[in-house]
């Protein structure tokens, strides 16, 4: 499972956005995610189990300068 | 005295009449050349071609700034200008982040020309009195006053002997002088700059507006490259510009009904969404404070660090719970429901000339916050407000002043420099009383103050010569880049972002590329060509507000509902839309995202070229120092260890057991070294220059920019 | 103080028109309902009316304080001090105060009663509180 671009070390079948969430410590009220290519509803995130060739995308879209 | 006493002791140098043009289309076509040194006022018809190829705003700057010098003027030569445009669509109001000026000199930081961006009315009030530009050239013998009278059609140059220097009394009794009564005082802006802007290379321009629920001349800045220290140098004290009532459409349009549309629509997004994103309206800019603490990118102790255990007591709602008042319409120009131009009313001065005084502060924004606070070590928010207002009305660069004093400290903490060099100012991290003392040595032209002022440019120089320090340390600490101090982030982990502050064409801004959240939190840019995409798009899309007259926060601290399901979202392409509408609605030319950004990069590559035409345009004046790109010193590397640690096992396959930390750095550093480079040279090539940042034949060709006396300059380094 | 305004009852409205007509004709001299400052829009089976309860959300966001409260508490817009940047329209809660491309100014309800007048139903009619 690719995060950001990057492998994720700790993947396990079936864990959720959810979980990912908890685990990097992401704020919820900043993030867009999408599961390869497609956005996810915030009421998906504990819904969506992820598979180990998914393409997962949590994005801050922050504005800044 | 009193503002009519101090008005009859003006002397009247020159005097020009004239019949003020109706903007057709955003444009007058007409340049206002002003002379101070012999006293010249005169029309310049702007051509076709010059409009076809820069535009307006900073493109309209750099044109005639390239005409008047030449590659041996300096800023303080007679021949330097200080040259301001806005661009074709500023002065609507419909739409939020309307009214911005660009204002280009020779710079007396970088030697080389400065951009700067500045809200406030004068652009706009330019625009109605019939002028798309002004010229300030020459040195004045005594203080003089430019006035631009756009209802009279009458322009003078007088002498001001009796007015204050400083921007927040002189922005008063200008206004307060010029205007016939309380309600016309709204039809006055004033240019200022301050005390301290004749003591420091890092003066800056006040352009002001006029709040009538206040009742007080509010103040933008135009902050960045010293242009306060050339209008004193030419012993300008400030200009004036009084405009005709404003109405929606004296741009004469091309079509107004889009822009009120566009105007409209952007005005009930941010009614309805602004409180649920950046909440601009209640903090302005400073709501990027909570937002840097949290990703460990708010610059402590000479960007050191990314956080600190106090930054909490200058966070968000501190701010706005405290001092930032609310409910107020605080755009810095009309119809700009942004709003972001927040103040702090009837604060209480602690110290310096005005102690005691309760005023206005404009500010704090982040960068205010984040130099004059955080940087410094300092975390009080009313020592923040202070620094802010005085640097304000002295007319200093909060960012240059925030970033220098952070360097100073830090030498002062090395023992690089001692209270004896210091005249006996204890200048460690925190110390807020000292950090005081210097801003009122700058005003007064006294002490370390004005060391300080020189720059770290100077500095790293001054240390090294006089007090023996080493000039390399001093190099890797020197945060500054062309002569220029770096603005408020920590790009440390950021490889995007130090191409993003290092390839900027006026030194180290934030303005054309903040890329550090994209890249170093999201990593959407992993590889060097995303990287080297990114610092073609953004840089080109960023400045394009600048020749146009346009803020480009409206463009991306509010975003639309569905923007997420976009395929670029952090392009926001809603919101480009918009800014193509409002481009047909003013000029009646329909143009795409593509054109967009053709239209910046004829403009950025000649500006790039000027840079190389006066000294500093070339690969070598693009690198970093390190303290912007990695760890220096022991503590920086341990303090975020097990990030550098991972770095060195995965990135450059190199296990840091039991090596010391002096070790890791060092490895550290060479890779980081050996990827800037690599950046450089795709970021480089994507830009269509050559491998020592020369805009080639080929590249000015494509762009029609290969104008005689571009090519001129560039055929030395091909 | 006391606030004079239009209040609405959508239940009694049969979507006629008469009021848009009515308050286009007093003010712009044409009969056109993009032109009044009350508004009739046809829901799915009912009949939505837009009017302006005098809150003053307007004024709080004008920058010129164009919009202020008359001796009724009518908010009502000066269009001399108006520079005509339609921030009250975007912040309007009611989305009553309207813009029209023919005109430099927005316009909004003064509660004068003329559509009160033409209603044949009683839908609109003018209080003071």
């Known amino acids: 499972m690719i995060l950001n671009n990057e492998k994720f070390k700790n993947f396990e079948e079936g864990i959720t956005i959810e979980d990912l969430i908890q685990y990097k410590n992401f704020n919820r009220n900043l993030i867009i995610v999408k599961i390869n290519g497609k956005l996810i509803n915030k009421n998906d995130y504990n819904k969506r189990k992820l598979k180990q060739d998914d393409k997962v995308e949590i994005h801050y879209l922050l504005a800044g300068g | 005295m009193e503002n009519k006493e101090m008005r009859n002791k003006h002397k009247i140098l020159m005097e020009y009449k004239y019949e003020p043009k109706s903007l057709k289309h955003g444009y007058t076509d007409k340049m206002l050349y002003v002379n101070v040194g012999d006293n010249r006022i005169e029309e310049k018809d702007i051509p076709e071609e010059v409009k076809e190829k820069f535009i307006g705003g900073k493109g309209y700057g750099m044109r005639y700034l390239w005409d008047a010098v030449n590659p041996d003027t300096k800023w303080d030569s007679e021949e330097n200008e200080i040259v301001m445009s806005a661009g074709p669509i500023a002065g609507i109001t419909q739409y939020p982040g309307t009214g911005k000026t660009l204002v280009c000199s020779i710079s007396p930081m970088t030697d080389i020309p400065i951009d700067s961006n500045v809200g406030g009315y004068v652009g706009p009030y330019l625009k109605f009195s019939g002028w798309d530009g002004l010229e300030i050239q020459g040195k004045a013998k005594e203080d003089v006053i430019i006035v631009i009278d756009g209802i009279e059609g009458k322009i003078t140059i007088e002498t001001a002997p009796e007015e204050s220097v400083d921007g927040h009394l002189l922005g008063e009794q200008l206004t307060e002088m010029y205007a016939k009564d309380e309600h016309e005082k709204r039809q006055i802006s004033v240019i200022t700059a301050g005390t301290a802007a004749e003591h420091t290379r890092m003066g800056i321009l006040n352009f002001s507006f006029y709040d009538i629920r206040r009742k007080v001349a509010r103040l933008k800045q135009a902050g960045r490259g010293g242009l306060g220290t050339v209008l004193r140098n030419k012993k300008v004290k400030g200009v004036v510009v009084k405009s005709k009532p404003v109405k929606g459409d004296l741009n004469n349009p091309f079509d107004q009904s889009i822009i009120n549309k566009t105007g409209i629509k952007l005005h009930k997004e941010i009614a309805n969404h602004d409180h649920e994103q950046n909440n601009m309206h209640k903090i302005g800019t400073a709501a990027l404070i909570d937002t840097m603490i949290e990703f460990d990118l ?68 982040y960068e205010n916050a984040a130099g004059l606070g955080a940087n410094c070590g300092i975390f009080n928010p009313e020592t923040i407000l202070e620094l802010n207002f005085y640097c304000d009305t002295y007319g200093i660069d909060t960012i240059s002043y925030g970033t220098s004093t952070a360097f100073a400290m830090e030498c002062f903490e090395r023992g690089i420099i001692n209270k004896e060099i210091t005249g006996g100012l204890e200048l460690k991290f925190g110390n807020e009383e000292a950090s005081l003392e210097l801003i009122h040595q700058m005003s007064k032209g ?27 340390f001093l190099f890797d600490i020197g945060t500054e880049q062309k002569g220029l101090e770096y603005a408020e982030y920590v790009c440390k982990e ?19 590329a903040w890329l550090i959240v994209m890249d170093m939190v999201n990593n959407q840019i992993p590889t060097f060509e995303d990287k080297a995409e990114a610092l073609h798009y953004y840089p080109m899309f960023r400045t394009w507000f600048g020749l146009l007259g346009l803020c480009k926060l409206p463009w991306n601290d509010i975003v639309p509902e569905g923007n997420a399901k976009t395929d670029e979202p952090a392009k926001i392409p809603e919101h480009v839309q918009n800014y193509l509408d409002l481009y047909y609605g003013i000029t009646g030319k329909t143009i795409t995202p593509e054109d967009m950004v053709r239209q910046s990069e004829k403009v950025y590559n000649f500006q790039r070229v000027f840079n190389i035409r006066m000294g500093k345009g070339l690969r070598a004046n693009d690198k970093s120092p390190y303290r912007m790109m990695g760890p220096v010193t022991k503590e920086e590397y341990e303090s975020r260890q097990e990030r550098y640690d991972s770095q060195l096992k995965e990135k450059v396959g190199v296990d840091p057991e039991g090596k010391s930390t002096e070790e890791k750095i060092k490895i550290l550093r060479e890779y980081r ?46 | 103080m006391r606030v004079k305004r239009l209040v609405k009852d959508e239940s009694k409205c049969i979507g006629c028109g008469k009021c848009e007509e009515a308050c286009s004709q007093a003010y712009f001299k044409e009969n056109n309902p993009e032109k009044s400052r009350v508004r009739v829009t046809a829901m799915e089976n009912w009949n939505k009316l837009t009017i302006c ?44 105060m309207m813009q029209h491309d023919d005109e430099r100014e927005p316009f909004k309800c003064v509660a004068c009663g003329i559509c009160t007048e033409a209603c044949p139903t009683g839908a609109l009619s003018i209080i003071e509180f």
């Open chain 2, 494 to 512: 950021s490889l995007a972002q130090q191409g993003g502050f290092g390839f900027t064409n006026k030194g180290p801004q934030h303005d054309e």
């Open chain 3, 53 to 96: 309860t005098q809150c003053g959300a307007c004024m709080e966001v004008c920058p010129t304080q164009a919009l202020k409260r008359d001796k009724n508490g009518v908010v009502k817009l000066n269009k001399n001090d108006c520079v005509g940047c339609f921030m009250c329209v975007g912040f309007c809660p009611e989305d009553a």
């Open chain 2, 298 to 365: 708010l610059p402590v102790h000479n960007f050191q660090y990314g956080t600190h255990k106090d930054a909490v007591k200058m966070g968000n709602k501190v701010f706005i719970n405290k001092y930032l008042t609310q409910g107020m319409v605080d755009g810095c120009w009309y119809g700009c429901s942004l709003a972001c131009a927040k103040a702090v009313d009837d604060f209480e001065l602690k110290t310096g000339p005005y102690k005691g005084h309760k005023v206005v502060i404009d500010g704090p924004e």
């Open chain 2, 673 to 718: 070294y050996d990827q800037y480079e690599q950046l450089t040279d795709a970021v480089y090539k994507r830009r269509g220059w050559s491998n020592n940042g020369v805009p080639t034949k080929e590249k000015l060709q494509d762009l029609g920019m290969d104008l005689p006396e571009v090519l001129e300059v560039i055929e030395k380094h091909l």
């Open chain 2, 446 to 472: 006294e002490g370390f103050g004005k060391v300080v002022g020189q720059g770290i440019h100077r500095m790293k120089k001054i240390f090294a010569e006089e007090h023996g320090a080493d000039p390399d």
